[in-house]
């Protein structure tokens, strides 16, 4: 059809990318249900050949979500696309998604290969992809710094190698709308068998350009897939967002006049979950998804919309998953009424053992905090996840004690591969006070390098979710913690990042050779 958008969700791969954003197995599977929840029609599950938890994360959501097409990216030699075809083998729908840079600085600064090389290469994994499934998307990485003439022979290449879907990716985020929209045309234009394959737009945000460029690409190249990530993220400045350009197409409909499967009403648990995941908050004033998308101070616009709610509104807050803070459950709900919630939330937890671990937490905390939110049972499940997973570090309780004009004090106990240890130290603040305790045990040498608190449900009696960042060595991680307690929240955020460090997580980042 050609009035249908392919809307191909790559936050798992290239949104994973952003530092500090990687997540565990299970936090994919969750973020990979709840995408085929909002009907996307392509999820990029990851990079198999990165790392072995690349490899086996793909794996477990090709065995786990079966509507949209799994895929996973690889670069155009025989080992990646062998170890991406092994990781897509349970897919009911599968993928391969190769790519090889064509650009006359990556070619020969990055790859130190002649272009003659790259396109043979570049056909080569053509020929080899094609005996693992008929599904191949090509990209030629930092298209929008390549030669038009060399990318027409390129492409003309791969489409006749069978690749299935061309991809234009603008990986340093250099375009512009127009021009990049109309190199599509051309290059559509001037390769005479274009039309075999649906082409596709791939923008990084570095000039705040991501999804105009998208959108231009769609309406003057006439790409029919938009590769987009939730909330935008994405390595430096992050990816087109997905929840910006489904909704400027809905809204705009009569301009745009295209068709996207997508579940708008599935937009913001998608976005709430993939920011508590990755410890990337949200803007509040990011278009959609941030808390002031729907909120109105002035008195005038207040007035508006108690008039016509159209008077300032262009979308509906509901439309887009918005729903009242809804108090669902408290002290005195049962188990039955907590796992059913669970589900609800599209949250699976493997065992027996494990419901009954996060409803014992549940309990704590609603003994703690009268009212609990579905923001407060995502956070008790993550908590959770991650102890299931084996932490090295595990926090077990806090005191603390500051008062203006005394220096800060803190001593945490917790617990080095299941056995208790007490800490503690002082420090500028609370917070400074806690790590210092911490590191007078833990000695990580990590260094804190962003630290954000934000409340989680509206009210003081909120639980605080902290992100805490940490590098190391050149890695970095983040680590989320949450607790009515901010220096507690501060506690479990920190343990959590040194745990991140500890796992030794290595992986390779497909823009390196
Ligand atoms: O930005 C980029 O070029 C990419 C490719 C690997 C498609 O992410
Ligand atoms: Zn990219």
Redesign the pocket.
Known sequence: MDNRLIIFD?TL??GE?SPGASMTREEKVRIAKQLEKLRVDVIEAGFAAASQGDFESIRAIAGAVREPVICS?ARANERDLARAAEALQPAARKRI?T?IATSPLHMKMKLRMEPEQVLEQAKLAMRFARQFTDDIEF?P???SRSEEDFLCRVLEAVIAEGATTI?F???VGYAVPELYGQTIRRLRERIPSSDKAIWSV?C?NDLGLAVANSLAGVMIGGARQV?CTINGLGERAGNTALEEVVMAVRTRGAYYNLECGIDTTQIVPASKMVSQITGFAVQPNKAVVGANAFAHASGIHQDGILKARETYEIMRAEDVGWTANKIVLGKLSGRNAFKQRLQELGIELDSEAEVNAAFARFKELADRKSEIFDEDIMALVSDEEAAAGGEHYRFVSLAQRSETGELPFARVVFSIDGVEHAAEGTGDGPVDAMVNAIESRAQSGAELVLFTINGISPGTQSQGEVTMRLAHSGRIVNGVGADPDIVVASAKAYLAGLNKLHSKIERLN??LP
């Open positions: 790559t791969r290239d990318q990216l998604h790519f990209s990485e930092d298209g991809n990716p603008d990986t791939h990084h590769e497909p823009q």
